[in-house]
DNA sequence: TAGATTGTTAATCGATTAACAATC
DNA sequence: TAGATTGTTAATCGATTAACAATC
């Protein structure tokens, strides 16, 4: 299925979900365009511009059906069948770490089979409830279990080394913490890089010079 | 000043500045647009227009020289007099800690002065050698020391009515990885929102429908 | 001088905003 | 029917890409 939405507006999706719980919390029932733009930020065109990129999910003359509205955004984002994308973290650090306890919430659309770390201290324990195994078993369980998504929060140094040894294991896309630019190795797969030292040095940026 | 440059080319500078160090510790003495474009998955037009956006780096028939344009965008990205933005922690969970580590490193051009949290078991311990205060001395601090930025780590719950309390403490900017919007409570504030539930989201997307 | 590569202007592309007919 | 609000087309805006004169 080839997606008609844009990725600015793939990017705004989680935001509107955000609001439309919130509202549904409230005991909300139904939104107009131009409520959700003010509450948003945004512009009531591109508030509807953005859902008819999916279908109208609206009604003339009403406007939209809070629960409808957020049950059709839940299935883009998490599936409408509700299936979970299998995925495994490599590098158990901090930064590992508190990634999983988002990678672990239920409404995420991800299923966290398996931890990796290269630091055999770690091997045997577990982050957040999830076993952590040695980076050399990583061929291996990929070829039983076929994880789709791998979050890598390793070190600048090896990152690189690790993205290689990445490669023909199958996955389909990254959440990629790590320093090393992925989409060199992986041309065909979603390389979704969350640098946070590059939005650190943009916001330094901004603050002196805007 | 004002900055000419837009908010596509700031958010383009530390990819370059990645690049142009990696450039510099291997020893190379001067790159092409198109070379660096090749490298950095863009075009020579866009470099070159990038670049342009600051005054002219490079030479022409010749090329940039690496280590004027690294320094160059050192300048923009830290300050060309090397001072450091005064910065507060708030929030030392397990994001906090991470975050901070990215923080204390000293390219970023920012200095963290303090972390604050609630938990008055984590108060007047540290994190990674930052210590830590109550945010009940919040303000008395705020008063004293002048932070410009606040990096917020705190859990949904709290986010809200933390932000209240941070109005009119002097903050020039935030890096808020809480799922708090900030700009509403800050319209004239520069906020950088590292969300990182709605980037696992719309990998998701991405990785359903895509 | 010839070749290379920048700086800069013009053309293209895509995303946002505005407008308005359709319809509840 | 009148008012409201969507769905959708058209206009605008901004960012990217292409082109080329300037110049090393």
Redesign the pocket.
């Known amino acids: 299925m080839q997606s008609k939405a844009?990725?600015?507006?793939i990017r705004r999706l989680p935001k509107y979900y955000r609001y439309l719980s919130n509202m549904k919390n409230n005991g909300i029932k139904k939104?107009?365009?131009?409520e959700l733009a003010r509450i948003m930020g945004?512009?009531?065109?591109?508030v509807?511009?953005d859902?008819?990129c999916f279908g109208?999910?609206?009604?003339?003359?009403?406007?939209?059906n809070v629960d409808t509205l957020l049950h059709e955004i839940s299935c883009l984002l998490f599936g409408d069948e509700g299936e979970k994308l299998p995925t495994i973290l490599i590098g158990t650090g901090r930064l590992g770490t508190a990634v999983s306890s988002f990678l672990i919430r239920d409404t995420n659309g991800y299923k966290l089979l398996a931890a990796f770390d290269k630091n055999p201290a770690l091997v045997g324990q577990t982050v957040n409830g999830i076993p952590i195994h040695s980076v050399d078993d990583l061929e291996e369980f990929c070829a039983r279990e076929h994880p789709v998504v791998a979050v890598l929060c390793v070190p600048r140094d090896g990152a690189g080394e690790l993205a290689s040894s990445l490669v023909g294991l199958g996955f389909k896309g990254f959440w990629n913490f790590s320093h090393y630019d992925l989409s060199v190795a992986f041309p065909d797969v979603i390389v979704e890089n969350v640098h946070l030292g590059d939005s650190l040095m943009s916001l330094g940026y901004r603050l002196r010079n805007e």
Not at 6 to 9: K, T
Not at 42 to 46: D, E, P
């Open positions: 844009s990725l600015p507006v939104v107009s365009s131009s945004t512009t009531a065109s591109q509807r511009q859902f008819n109208g999910f609206g009604q003339q003359g009403i406007g939209y």
